[in-house]
């Protein structure tokens, strides 16, 4: 792709199947250590370089990894446990501005480790009709049901690392 907002393409929601619930799962599941792999051995120079003119350096997007899959986490249990949730959206801008982001990234990382193993063990035995529960976002004015979000952090959390393992390539790094 050309476009280096997004290295891996936007992302396109799927029909349910058994095979992508467990391709999205594994993304899931391993995207700590995919994650964890794309920073390791960065100075802080290389932290604090933007993936792109006018884009977040390195170490804002590993905190905002954190902060989206948390809030992912949050709305696949609400999803589960009432009945069409309004979800609360948030300022993603500004939560990077907040002063725990100036911590060292391998917080956000071994945060995400523990995360995305609850992650797993929340969403491993849902049902396709679980997957068909919903959620409602005000922002975007819409329904999302909890298969269309397992899909877009799936690719949430590749789309951003890939920024960074795009950025280590064209700098040699």
Do not use: C
């Amino acid at each position: 792709m050309n476009d280096p907002r997004y290295p891996i393409g936007k992302y396109e929601p799927q029909v349910f199947s058994h095979e992508q619930k467990e391709k999205w799962m594994l993304d899931i599941k391993f995207l700590p250590e995919d994650l964890e792999h794309a920073v390791q051995n960065l100075d802080a120079h290389q932290l604090n370089t933007p993936y792109r003119e006018d884009g977040w350096t390195v170490h804002q997007l590993v905190h905002h990894i954190a902060d989206s899959h948390m809030n992912a986490y949050m709305r696949f249990k609400l999803g589960l446990t009432e009945e069409a949730p309004v979800i609360k959206p948030y300022n993603e801008k500004e939560w990077a501005k907040l002063a725990d982001n100036n911590v060292p990234v391998n917080v956000s990382v071994t945060l995400l480790h523990a995360l995305h193993q609850r992650w797993i063990a929340l969403i491993k035995d849902m049902s396709e009709t679980d997957f068909e529960r919903t959620v409602i976002h005000p922002e975007h004015g819409r329904v999302m049901s909890l298969w269309f979000l397992l899909g877009l952090y799936a690719w949430h959390g590749k789309h951003h690392t890939k920024h960074i393992t795009s950025l280590r390539e064209s700098k040699g790094w």
